[in-house]
């Protein structure tokens, strides 16, 4: 049933065109990520990224508003944007500083050790770093599908990943299948487009092919190139991000079932008994 969910999303991609907004927005964010840095606007790149930051607990609480609701509209999408906002941008500032509190606190003993030892080390940083994204990623559907607190949203993401390990790790997979097989198709035809521009590489040696810089590459293609690198990028975000959105939401409504409830009574003392 994990890849259930993947025909769910696609069924909703295609009935419903408004879940493609999400990834539209996110494909015009790609496009100003790519072409910013290059036109010598590295003073935005900061102001960008945060904006990427703000704006995305809106989409996420658009897209799973709407399938939460079985109400697809402009309107329903902005109104669960607003509406679930604060619910997913909280827990994640919580993941974000305490992602920065694990990386301070092993830094310091890393520091101590000397910097042969810190080279060692960073392949443990980086599988602590992806532990936490990888039981803390469902925090935002927890947030809109079950209403939850920031904690509890976080707590629950952790509970519905342990409890469904292996479908979650299927649902990772066919993300990086889908994500790989847009880059290749995408690079693909970056090279049919710019086959005549990128010609000259062709008669490099494997020495000088090293050597290549990308700025040699910005000014092998020219301006021109560099608008078609943007759009072919900005095509595989639209694609993958729809994808993603719809199918995090299918996947999650098809495995999270209802949260459970505490069997219990008061006495007549008012104490809480659970059976």
Known sequence: ???????????????????????LVMGSLAVLDLIIPVYGGAFYTEPLAILQALVMPFLAGGVYGMVKGEAFSAGEFVQSGKTYYFRILLP??????????????LAIPLALLGAG??????????????????????YDTVAVFEETNVFES????????????????????VNIAVFAALGFAALFAWSVLLVDRLEPLTRMSPGELQAVMPED?????????????????????????????????????????????????????????KY
Do not use: C
């Open 154 to 173: 976080i707590r629950r993401s952790i509970e519905f990943v342990i409890n469904n390990l292996g479908r979650v790790l299927v649902f990772y997979l």
């Open 1 to 23: 049933m994990t890849l259930e969910s993947v025909g769910n999303a696609a069924g909703l991609l295609r009935q419903h065109p408004v879940l493609w907004s999400v990834g």
């Open 117 to 138: 030892a810190a080279a060692s080390m960073a392949p443990l940083l980086f599988g602590v770093l992806l532990s936490i994204a990888f039981f803390t990623f469902f």
């Open 217 to 273: 590459i910005l000014a092998l293609i020219g301006t021109e190139g560099i608008w078609i690198t943007a759009a072919v990028y900005a095509v595989v975000i639209v694609l993958f991000s729809a994808f993603m959105y719809a199918y995090k939401a299918s996947f999650f409504r098809n495995y999270a079932g209802a949260p459970q409830i505490e069997q219990g009574e008061y006495d007549e003392k008012g104490r809480w008994y």
């Open 92 to 105: 994640a500032l919580v993941i974000f500083f305490g992602v920065i509190l694990t990386v301070f606190l």
